[in-house]
């Protein structure tokens, strides 16, 4: 599990040049200082992790439960609630402000985001698949997914089998992203290569877990 974790926002994909000259895609997240909600401990809870918020909200917008749970902590509301799972939590209290610091010795992270919605697509962009022939008799099945089941025995299909449907908007981590860059001052981390999401999506960014 992580021990550093961090709110952030995609603000967009760009590219920038090492020290040798070469050029490196790179993302940007606009990561705002986190205010700490609530600490979770395995004690009380059954597991460690800290409730945190971003940004500012106007207090006439919450509701009652929202409002008490400002309240209890004495933090200030913020756009959205989230939950960042850690191994140790002793170093944190309630009201704490997280940074980009924070991921400044950090040399790889894993980033945690929605991806993009496809709405309902077929199997070769879902999943994969190749293909059936272009020719030799195939005729209109070029891009269908081929025989699904069985006939007789079992007379059914499996579960599980993949077939066309919903693609995308679901949670996904990319792993072992290299940190390009961290600008504290303009609450600015730069890793190399893609992360999931749009623009504007909201993304947790961690230590990895899996190393180099």
Not at 116 to 123: E, H, I, L, Q, V
Not at 137 to 162: E, L
Request: aromatic share 4%; charged share 25%.
């Amino acid at each position: 599990m992580a021990t550093k974790a961090i709110v952030g926002e995609k603000v967009g994909m760009t590219q920038i040049w090492d020290d040798d000259n070469r050029v490196v895609p790179v993302t940007v997240l606009r990561v705002s200082p986190c205010r700490v909600v609530q600490i979770k401990t395995p004690e009380r809870d059954g597991y460690s992790a800290i409730q945190v918020t971003f940004g500012v909200r106007d207090a006439d917008r919450l509701n009652r439960p929202e409002a008490g749970h400002f309240h209890k902590a004495g933090v200030e509301p913020g756009r959205k609630l989230v939950e960042l799972r850690l191994d140790d939590v002793s170093e944190f209290s309630v009201g704490q402000e997280i940074s980009a610091d924070i991921l400044a010795e950090v040399p790889r992270v894993d980033v945690t985001a929605v991806s993009k919605g496809k709405g309902f697509s077929g199997a070769m962009k879902r999943h994969g698949f190749s293909g059936q022939g272009a020719a030799h008799g195939a005729h209109k099945v070029h891009r269908k997914p081929g025989s699904v089941g069985q006939c007789a025995t079992p007379s059914r299909v499996f579960k599980g089998k993949r077939l066309p449907g919903r693609h995308g908007g679901r949670r996904t981590t990319t792993l072992n992203l290299q940190v390009v860059r961290t600008d504290p001052e303009a609450q600015l981390v730069l890793v190399k290569g893609a992360v999931p999401g749009p623009r504007g999506a909201t993304v947790i960014v961690r230590d990895a877990v899996k190393g180099a």
